[in-house]
């Protein structure tokens, strides 16, 4: 019988792939988006969706199944989880910036 910490870490793990599959998804939708409209805001709105939700759930997850799985050494766990907020960062500044910006 599987423990309420085991499972606990099943649906961890499953949330975050599933975060990163959806992600990917709507940074997808967003630059089909950008190629049906072609314009400069649609551009950074799906640069800023993909960075947001495919990038950074992609690093955040490889890197916690990495280091749950002893491939890596815990002293790498800060440098992902400073990259995967860049991701975010960035992410969030060119959505920002494709609401304000005109054309």
Not at 39 to 64: C, W
């Amino acid at each position: 019988m599987a423990t309420l910490s085991a499972v606990l870490d099943w649906l961890i793990v499953s949330l975050a792939l599933g975060s990163t599959l959806v992600g990917s998804y709507v940074g997808y939708q967003a630059y089909r988006g950008y190629r049906r409209h072609d314009s400069r805001t649609m551009r950074a709105l799906s640069a800023g969706l993909f960075l947001l939700t495919a990038l950074a759930f992609g690093v955040a997850f490889v890197g916690s199944v990495l280091l749950r799985q002893g491939y890596i050494g815990l002293q790498y766990q800060q440098p992902l989880t400073l990259v995967t907020r860049l991701f975010q960062f960035c992410g969030v500044v060119l959505i920002a910036y494709s609401l304000h910006s005109r054309g």
